[in-house]
C-alpha cells in the first residue's frame, strides 16, 4: 500500500513538472490561473486526472491541456447564477437531486424540457458546466450519476450536439467524475442516435451505460429518489428560485426536547448515555495526542470495544478540521440496522475561534431523524455534543446527508432562537463554513467469526437462490429484447410495404398522366 502511495505521489509529481515544462510555457494564455494553480496544488486533482487515463501521463497531459483551455473558453470558474439567464433554471431540464443505491448524486437531464435552438445552445451548455462545477466544488469531486429521462420524448427533443457535449463533459473535462449513465425509457427510434453516442463514450466508459424503463431502474436508484411516472414515490417537483441544494432540510427535533417514541427513556438512561459520551471524547483526545498513525489508532478502537458499549465503538475518531469548528467524525455516521438496532449517533463540534459561532443541522431525509440540538452556538473554545438519533421505525439508508453549517456571530450578537434566526437570513453566504456528513449502515454488531459460523450452512442455499433470481431477470430482460426487435422487424416491414405501395401509385398516376396525352 505505502509503495503504490509512493508511486501515485511521483506520477503526480512527474505529470506537474511536464505540465510545466512542455505546456505552461507555450499556451499559459490559454489558461486560467486559478486552473494552474490548483492544478499545482490539488493532489486529487491531478491524480483523478490519471486514475481516467490508466497513469499514462502522455495522455494525461493531453487531457489537462483540452480540459484547461476548455474551462477558459467557458469561463468555468466564473459561472453563477447572477452570470446566466434565470429561464435557463426555470426550464427544469437540468439539475441534481437525489441518490443513487450506491450514494451518488443525481445529475437530471429532462429531455422533454429540452428545445433544440442552436441560439440558446451556448448558454445551456454553460448551465451543465455551472452544475457540474457546482457540484465539484461544493463535494470536492465526488463521482455522480447522470439520470437521462427520455419520458414523453421524440424526435423533436433530439439534439446530439447537446448529448456530445455532456458526455464530453465527463470523458474529457471533469476525470473520474462518472459512475454511470442511466437512461430512462428511451425510444425505439433513438437506438441510432445512441449508436453513436456509444463512439463517442468509447470502449471504457460504455459499460456505464445502463438502459431501464419503470420495471428496472430501480436497480441503480431506489424508488425514494423516483417519480411517480418513473415508478418512485418521490414527491420533489423542480422549481427555480431558489437554486436546489442538495434537498437538505431542517430535521424533525429542532431544540425542543425528545418526544413522542423517546419519552419511554429514563432521566437515568440519558444521562448514563451523556457520561458515556464525554468518557468517549475524553478518550479520543488521548489517543489523538498519544497516537501518530492510523494504524495505532486502529489498535486502539479494536482494544476499547471490549470496555465502550458497541454503539459507541463505532464512532469514528477521525476528524474533520475546519476554520471555525472542527467536527468529529469527520465524514461518516454509523447506524445498525433494523436487526441491529442501534439508532443513536453522536456528532462532537469545537469551536477553534475566539467567536460565539452559531450552527444548524439540516438533513436530506428531515422525515427520519431527530437532532438535538439542530439550531445552536458554541463557545469559544468549548466543545458541543450533538445527538442524531432515527424516529420511530425508520432505518438508516446510505443515500441520507447531513449539513452541519457553521458561521461566526458578532460579540454583541445574543444567541437565543429569536437572535439565531435573524442572524441567518443576514449572514453572507460566503461567510459560512459547510461540512456534509453522510450514514453508513452496520449490518451486524457480531463478530465476522460468529456470523459465519452461523450462515456456513445457508450459503450454498442463498447463492442458489440468488443465481436462480438473476437467470430469471435475465430472461425477462432477454424476452423485452426480443419483443422490441419484433417490433423494430414490424416497423421495417410496414415501412417497406408502404414504400413500395407509394411507388406503385406513383407509378400508376404517371401511366394515366400518359395514356390521357397520347
Known amino acids: 500500500m505505502a509503495e503504490q502511495r509512493q508511486d501515485k505521489a511521483a506520477l503526480i509529481s512527474e505529470t506537474r513538472r511536464r505540465f510545466e515544462a512542455e505546456y505552461l510555457a507555450d499556451k499559459s494564455e490559454k489558461y486560467d490561473s486559478r486552473d494552474v494553480e490548483r492544478l499545482q496544488q490539488d493532489d486529487k486533482w491531478v491524480e483523478n486526472y ?68 442552436p441560439k440558446q445552445q451556448l448558454e445551456k451548455k454553460k448551465l451543465v458546466a455551472f452544475w457540474l462545477e457546482h457540484y465539484a466544488k461544493r463535494d470536492h469531486g465526488k463521482p455522480l450519476t447522470v439520470v437521462f429521462d427520455m419520458a414523453e420524448t421524440g424526435i423533436s427533443h433530439i439534439d446530439l450536439d447537446f448529448v456530445r457535449f455532456i458526455v464530453n463533459c465527463f470523458t474529457d473535462y471533469y476525470p473520474n467524475f462518472l459512475t454511470k449513465i442511466v437512461i430512462f425509457e428511451m425510444p425505439w427510434i433513438m437506438n ?53 441544494d442538495d434537498d437538505f432540510q431542517t430535521p424533525l427535533c429542532e431544540n425542543g426536547p425528545i418526544t413522542s417514541e423517546d419519552e419511554h427513556e429514563s432521566k437515568e438512561e440519558i444521562d ?17 495526542k498519544k497516537m501518530n498513525s492510523i494504524e495505532q489508532i486502529s489498535k486502539s478502537e479494536e482494544t476499547d470495544k471490549t470496555e465502550i458499549k458497541p454503539k459507541n465503538a463505532k464512532k469514528a475518531l477521525t476528524t474533520f478540521k475546519g476554520p471555525l469548528l472542527h467536527i468529529s467524525p469527520a465524514e461518516e455516521l454509523y447506524f445498525g440496522s433494523k436487526e441491529t438496532g442501534e439508532k443513536k449517533c453522536l456528532i462532537v463540534l469545537t469551536n477553534v475561534t475566539k467567536n460565539v459561532v452559531a450552527f444548524k443541522v439540516r438533513t436530506t431525509a428531515p422525515e427520519k431523524y431527530r437532532v438535538k440540538p439542530s439550531n445552536s452556538s458554541c463557545e469559544p473554545g468549548t466543545s458541543l455534543d450533538i445527538i442524531v438519533s ?46 456534509r456528513l453522510r450514514c453508513h449502515v452496520v449490518e451486524s454488531s457480531k463478530p465476522s467469526s460468529l456470523i459465519l459460523k452461523e450462515n456456513a450452512f445457508n450459503i450454498p442455499a442463498k447463492t442458489n437462490e440468488d443465481l436462480h433470481i438473476q437467470v430469471t431477470r435475465l430472461l425477462q430482460i432477454n424476452k423485452r429484447l426480443q419483443e422490441q426487435i419484433d417490433r423494430c422487424l414490424w416497423f421495417q416491414q410496414l415501412s417497406v410495404v408502404l414504400s413500395l405501395l407509394s411507388v406503385t401509385v406513383v407509378a400508376f398516376c404517371f401511366y394515366l398522366v400518359y395514356t390521357q396525352r397520347s
Open 390 to 435: 432515527l424516529h420511530g421505525g425508520f432505518a438508516a439508508s446510505l443515500q441520507d446527508r447531513f449539513l452541519i453549517m457553521a458561521a461566526e456571530m458578532d460579540q454583541s450578537s445574543g444567541a437565543g432562537v429569536p437572535e439565531l434566526t435573524q442572524f441567518w437570513k443576514e449572514v453572507p453566504r460566503t461567510k459560512v463554513m459547510e461540512h
Open 272 to 288: 448514563a448515555d451523556t457520561k458515556e459520551t464525554g468518557e468517549l471524547n475524553e478518550e479520543q483526545n488521548l489517543n489523538q
Open 192 to 244: 441510432a442516435a445512441f449508436k453513436i453516442v456509444k463512439g463517442w463514450l468509447g470502449p471504457d466508459a460504455i459499460s456505464m451505460l445502463k438502459f431501464t424503463n419503470k420495471s428496472d431502474v430501480q436497480e441503480y436508484i431506489s424508488g425514494e429518489y423516483l417519480p411517480p411516472h418513473m415508478g418512485g414515490t418521490d414527491s420533489f417537483k423542480y422549481s427555480y428560485p431558489p437554486l436546489v
Open 50 to 117: 490519471l486514475i481516467w487515463r490508466h497513469d499514462v501521463v502522455d495522455d494525461t497531459l493531453k487531457m489537462i491541456d483540452e480540459s484547461l483551455q476548455w474551462r477558459k473558453e467557458y469561463t468555468v470558474n466564473d459561472l453563477t447564477e447572477s452570470v446566466l439567464p434565470k429561464w435557463l433554471f426555470e426550464n427544469g431540464s437540468l439539475f441534481l437531486h437525489g441518490y443513487d443505491k450506491e450514494g451518488y448524486k443525481l445529475f437530471w437531464f429532462r429531455v422533454k424540457h429540452h428545445i433544440r435552438d
